[in-house]
């Protein structure tokens, strides 16, 4: 989150709020989630760091939300360093695994009745994107997100069926093996 | 938007091979679609779907159980009502297509109406209305060899629906189609599903479930889950927002 405000004031000194709409225009439908308090927040630890200073107004009052927001050379630099970075989000499949592992170790329960529950949860977010993106007024730039998340979940889906398929054959508890 | 079955299988199975080698790609399958339900049917390749598919429109004549359209048994039917009945009330969309290749957009659309009998003046006129319909208006005389795979598809969903069908059942109906031209064939669902149509839909491609009232995960031949997504709007996202 950080990183992303002190991005989003590269372009010019803007107000909390601005940074906000350009956020949300950016996230589209992902977007609507976003809370305004969480940008002034970050803009206040961003200015404890010496990141981004800011000034007030001219008559008004002192508040987060009429103070215009710039960076300072150190948060340019930190911009700078953001951009080159590669790190990219991994997706953590590790704890759904040994929970399947588990399950069947203690015979506590079904994997296969594990793996359908979450194939419906994955699906039901599959859905609810793939609905907003369904939606013509979304801008294609936003769309973009939304093409990501599906493919993210599609993915996860695929590997479920692989996980429904080598468990089906295993020996587990309730169900009879290669029904 | 929901009501009495529209579609009605008991028992259902499609058995090949013999005591040796005994294939159950459907095995005693008990479906219920009300009137206006949007189905998905998904599973891995090989799971029996699109025989299940083919035993609901008649396609296939089922080893055992019974199918019902609309009140009717269609499984012990003559092939010629049988022939006549699969033209006249229900749908079909494939993944390849199947468009007459010499045919025109709007040929292809009219030609079920005009075996039906139907006047060429009414069957053209009712084409034109659904090409419109399915955004390709301006695409009438085109051959489908002068169509993207989204428009060829478009063009064969118009076909599906110009005997106003009682059920559009389509087999895999995005598997050849890119990610924009997916987005279209859900969003015609979509705008089919809100019209009331009932739609029975099999495909391995998840993105379908965003245009299902339910969803039914099939394997080995037999239904092994069986899940009415509520008709939310977005809300929950991948990640979301942090």
């Known amino acids: 989150m950080q990183d992303v405000v002190l991005a989003m004031l590269a372009k010019e000194p803007a107000h909390g709020y601005e940074l906000r709409s350009r956020m949300r225009a950016a996230l589209g439908p992902l977007g609507e989630a976003m809370n305004a308090g969480q940008i002034y927040v970050t803009l206040a630890r961003l200015g404890r760091a010496g990141l981004v200073t800011s000034e007030r107004a001219e008559g008004l009052p002192d508040r987060p939300d009429r103070r215009v927001y710039a960076l300072t050379p150190a948060g340019q630099q930190r911009v700078a360093g953001w951009l080159a970075e590669v790190s990219w989000p991994k997706p953590d499949l590790t704890e759904f695994h040994l929970k399947l592992v588990a399950a069947a170790a203690a015979r506590l329960a079904d994997p296969v009745a594990l793996v359908d529950a979450q194939r419906r949860e994955v699906l039901r977010r599959l859905r609810d994107i793939q609905r907003a993106a369904l939606d013509r007024s979304v801008d294609p730039v936003a769309g973009l997100l939304l093409e990501g998340v599906v493919l993210r979940l599609r993915a996860d889906l695929e590997w479920l069926e692989n996980c429904e398929r080598t468990w089906t054959g295993r020996d587990r508890t309730g169900r009879k093996a290669g029904a | ?242």
């Open chain 2, 1 to 242: 938007m929901t009501g009495s079955p529209v579609l009605q299988a008991r028992g259902l199975s499609m058995l090949y091979g013999d005591e040796r080698a005994l294939v159950r790609a459907v095995d005693e399958v008990d479906l219920e679609v009300p009137a206006g339900q949007s189905l998905a049917v998904m599973g891995p390749s090989g799971c029996g779907k699109s025989t299940l598919l083919h035993l609901l429109g008649g396609l296939q004549r089922p080893t055992g159980g019974q199918v019902w359209l609309a009140g009717h048994r269609i499984d012990t039917m003559s092939e010629r009502d049988l022939a006549r009945l699969r033209r006249d009330r229900i749908g079909f969309v494939f993944q390849a297509f199947h468009l007459m290749d010499e045919l025109t957009a709007v040929e292809n659309v009219e030609l079920a109406a005009l075996l039906a009998g139907q006047s060429p003046g009414r069957a053209r006129k009712r084409a034109m209305y659904l090409l419109d319909r399915v955004g390709l208006a301006d695409r009438a005389a085109h051959l489908p060899s002068a169509l993207s795979g989204g428009q060829r598809q478009r063009v064969a969903i118009a076909r599906a629906l110009s005997n106003e069908p009682l059920v559009v059942l389509a087999d895999e109906p995005t598997g050849n189609l890119d990610s924009a031209a997916t987005l279209e064939v859900l969003r015609l669902f979509e705008e089919l599903h809100a019209a009331g149509q009932t739609l029975v839909v099999v495909t391995h491609d998840a993105r379908i479930a965003a245009v299902a009232d339910r969803v039914i995960a099939m394997r080995d031949g037999a239904f092994a889950d069986d899940s009415q997504l509520a008709n939310a709007a977005t809300g929950t996202g991948y990640g979301g927002w942090r």
